[in-house]
């Protein structure tokens, strides 16, 4: 009934209708009922109702139809009568119309969030103990000067996984990052003061020093903040180094919170999609072509997800041959050689995995809205609820 099957000819009833039959009134009831949506084509797809209201007129009809029966040995009407009450039985009934794959795409979105939860909980706790790391430090001497500095952005001096500990490693990381973009600045300052010495056009030279003094102020500011922070004493250095992990921490819990949320989002609207997903079976028939796009987006994504799963799974690993001159072959899977390969695999496996899961939250949302407003009144409700509202407001005024 999905698919607006009809048995009979409709043709075929409305001659009856102005045949001599002595049920010719009764067919002339049924073919009415049959075209009771107007301004149509009637045929296959055209014979379910629409709408509450039709869906009484035709039951109406066909109530009439049965009561101008003359000849009761008549099986075509008697069948016609029938599936024309199956039909509005079906169309006056509630349907469950969700679909299984898009729940669960959600399920799967659902667990990688529930996941993805996990480990924001564990930056939170990484970032808390920083904090903690800070708050315990001991007071000591923190001076320390320029020329001793190291300029190189990737030296292991840097103590990036080590600031935490001290006031001096911290400090040491602070000055460290200030005099490797100082250095930064003064090497692009070269490089345009070099390129502006060959140049043959004087704009392009005029351009090329003006690039060349830009990056030169930028290295006075680098080395003006160098030696604000460098002045700081320890309680300066420790109030800084809580700010800045305490900015991490409040943007470790901002992201948890932000995960949680939707995911507690997606599992309200689970149950809330499949009540959503119960229309009568005329309001069915009416979002009939819309209902199979959707139905074939959600295959669609399935099946390209599925593609991509297979295309992951045939790519082939490298393997390196070594043979030795006693003629002995030996086969080994490097990583490194592999390394390609791997992101290959990886890539498609995450690009499958994601398209199921935002394929299907968004055809889910959308399928809620729409059934929400689609398939229940809530006019009812809200006046309901506005009734509350203004008469909670008026006793509020009188007290």
């Not at 600031?163 to 005099?179: C, G, I, P, R, V």
């Not at 604000?228 to 800084?240: A, L, V």
């Amino acid at each position: 009934m999905r698919d607006g099957y009809l048995s009979f000819d409709i043709i075929e009833v409305k001659k009856l209708s102005e045949s001599d039959s002595p049920n010719a009134e009764a067919y002339g009831y049924l073919y009415q009922a049959v075209t009771t949506q107007a301004g149509t084509d009637k045929g296959i797809d055209d014979i379910y109702p629409e709408t509450a209201l039709e869906t009484e007129q035709m039951r109406a009809l066909v109530d009439k139809a049965r009561k101008a029966r003359v000849d009761m040995s008549d099986k075509y009407l008697k069948i016609c009568l029938d599936e024309l009450d199956e039909i509005l039985d079906w169309s006056s009934t509630r349907h469950w119309n969700f679909q299984w794959q898009v729940i669960l795409g959600v399920i799967l979105t659902v667990a990688f969030l529930s996941w993805r939860v996990d480990q924001k909980q564990e930056s939170v706790e990484h970032d808390q103990e920083l904090v903690a790391e800070v708050e315990n430090w001991e007071e000591t001497d923190t001076v320390l000067n320029w020329d001793t500095t190291p300029d190189d952005l990737y030296s292991p001096a840097g103590f990036v996984n080590y600031a935490h500990l001290s006031a001096k490693n911290f400090k040491l990381l602070s000055l460290y990052e200030q005099k490797s973009y100082y250095a930064s600045a003064v090497e692009a300052a070269d490089e345009y003061a070099a390129k502006a010495d060959t140049a043959q056009s004087r704009d392009v030279r005029k351009s090329l020093e003006e690039r060349r003094d830009e990056s030169l102020d930028h290295a006075k500011e680098y080395r003006k903040e160098f030696d604000r922070i460098n002045k700081m004493d320890f309680k300066d250095i420790k109030k800084m180094a809580l700010d800045e992990y305490g900015s991490w921490l409040k943007s470790s819990k901002a992201e948890k919170r932000a995960v949680r949320a939707w995911n507690i989002f997606f599992i309200i609207l689970i149950p809330v999609y499949i009540f959503a997903e119960r229309p009568y079976g005329y309001t069915m028939t009416r979002t009939r072509a819309e209902s199979s796009t959707l139905r074939g987006i959600s295959k669609f994504t399935y099946a390209l997800s599925a593609m991509m799963m297979s295309s992951a799974a045939s790519i082939s690993w490298i393997q390196t041959v070594r043979k030795y001159s006693d003629g002995r072959t030996e086969s080994t899977l490097d990583a490194g050689t592999n390394a390609h390969v791997m992101i290959m695999k990886a890539c498609l496996y995450i690009a499958a995995f994601a398209l199921v899961c935002v394929v299907s939250c968004i055809l889910m949302l959308y399928m809620t809205i729409q059934g929400l407003r689609r398939n229940y009144n809530w006019a009812p409700l809200l006046a309901k609820a506005k009734n509350a509202a203004s008469s909670a407001a008026s006793k509020a005024g009188k007290n």
